[in-house]
């Protein structure tokens, strides 16, 4: 009787392993919906040799595809209108819009979709993809936060933290970098919150 009794434990004990070991199944990715009043760009850039000067645009749309799990990388297919541009100032937004610099008119958006993803650490990953400035597309490596998740399976909302390094001059936008009244270096700074809701 003992000895069944030590079987039966014993094979109780294999099986409960075995249902321990497996993997959880992995979150499905979903597609969540940019939020444009509470997502925005900004930019700084040295001016002058001196100080730097930061801007922003206001006007970001797009989507992201993710698992809630966190175990792929986001993938990114995000619009900034460049009508949207902001330095707190009405003179320098209208030369921002110019040819000199974004030139609104003829290139209303700049983009970024992403093409791959490497993981850095638990909340960090390192996105590949292409950037899309002046009409010009380039290669683009981003570094990503994951800032937070929030809401359950209908309703849920979550954050992003992109930060780019680029050369203007790669895209075209050459306005004071061979007399040193702006840098040629910019640094692209998009915060995002993506949103799931009922039937999306």
């Known amino acids: 009787m003992y000895k069944i009794m ?19 199944p992995a979150a499905k990715v979903e597609t969540w919906k940019i939020d444009p009043v509470h997502s925005s760009t900004l930019f700084r850039i040295q001016h002058a040799g001196a100080g730097r000067f ?11 595809d993710w698992p809630r799990d966190n175990a792929a990388a986001p993938g990114f297919d995000v619009t900034v209108a460049v009508e949207s541009v902001d330095s707190g100032n009405a003179n320098l937004d209208g030369h921002l819009k110019s040819p000199d610099f974004f030139n609104a008119r003829e290139f ?3 983009t970024f979709t992403s093409t791959g993803g490497e993981r850095v650490d638990d909340t960090h990953w390192k996105v590949t993809g292409e950037l899309t400035l002046l009409g010009v597309t380039k290669p683009a490596t981003a ?8 809401g359950n399976p209908v309703l849920a909302k979550a954050g992003w933290e992109a930060v780019f390094e680029i050369n203007r001059s790669d895209f075209g936008m050459t306005w004071g970098v061979d ?4 840098s040629d270096d910019v640094q692209i700074i998009v915060a995002l919150e993506g949103g799931i809701e009922p039937g999306g």
């Open 54 to 64: 930061w801007g922003r645009f206001n006007d970001v749309s797009g989507t992201v």
């Open 6 to 24: 030590l079987v039966s434990v014993v094979a109780m004990g294999g099986l409960l392993g075995a249902v321990a070991s497996q993997e959880t």
């Open 108 to 110: 209303e958006t700049m």
């Open 179 to 182: 007399r040193g009244a702006l």
């Open 143 to 150: 570094v990503i936060e994951f800032t937070g998740l929030r």
